[in-house]
């Protein structure tokens, strides 16, 4: 399904470059700072933070969040936190790390949440958007690339928790989905 490779929309070059190039905007915007606290949304973001990170030049350290946003529809903007940080991020510098801003509520909601935590600075990084598909407009500080409205997987996202592993990004064909997404 997947690994038809006339459905690959990032290359596993394309990613890693990119990848480089956020971590050297990251590094130098962070140069002055003391440590950096990267928070990955799981699970779709491991991959891609634990690139991100690898590929840092400063000091950082990682905790997660999970949530789930979906339920029955797609856009019904409801989140649920399922995880939450085992770090106060009171004071410190913080980087929400996430695979994918799809309608923006996740992100709206997270940003909301972790400003009353009273972070030091609070910014957003994310490998991928699906700027057709924003209901609400966040601020994505460091954005890897826009893509079409379509069902993606690889590069730690999934279709039915499978795919994750894949190295590239790749569109599932709609005859593939099943049900709605």
């Not at 695979?99 to 972070?119: E, Q």
């Not at 057709?132 to 999934?158: C, E, K, R, T």
Request: overall charge negative.
């Amino acid at each position: 399904m997947a690994t038809d490779h006339s459905d690959i929309l990032l290359s596993e070059e394309t990613i890693r470059t990119r990848v480089g190039e956020l971590a050297r905007k990251i590094s130098l915007d962070y140069a002055d700072v003391n440590e950096l606290l990267m928070v990955g949304i799981l699970r779709g973001c491991y991959i891609f933070l634990a690139d991100l990170s690898r590929a840092l030049s400063i000091p950082r350290c990682i905790d997660f969040m999970a949530l789930s946003s979906y339920g029955n529809s797609t856009t019904s903007g409801a989140v649920r936190l399922i995880m939450d940080l085992r770090i106060d991020i009171a004071h410190r510098h913080v980087l929400i790390v996430e695979d994918i801003v799809d309608t923006g509520h996740t992100l709206d909601y997270l940003l909301r949440l972790l400003r009353a935590r009273n972070p030091a600075s609070l910014k957003t990084c994310s490998l991928l958007r699906k700027a057709g598909s924003m209901q609400i407009d966040v601020p994505i500080d460091y954005l890897g690339f826009d893509i079409p409205d379509v069902w993606i997987v690889g590069y730690g996202l999934d279709y039915g928790n499978k795919y994750r592993a894949l190295p590239y990004i790749a569109q599932i064909p709609n005859d593939c989905l099943i049900g709605s997404r």
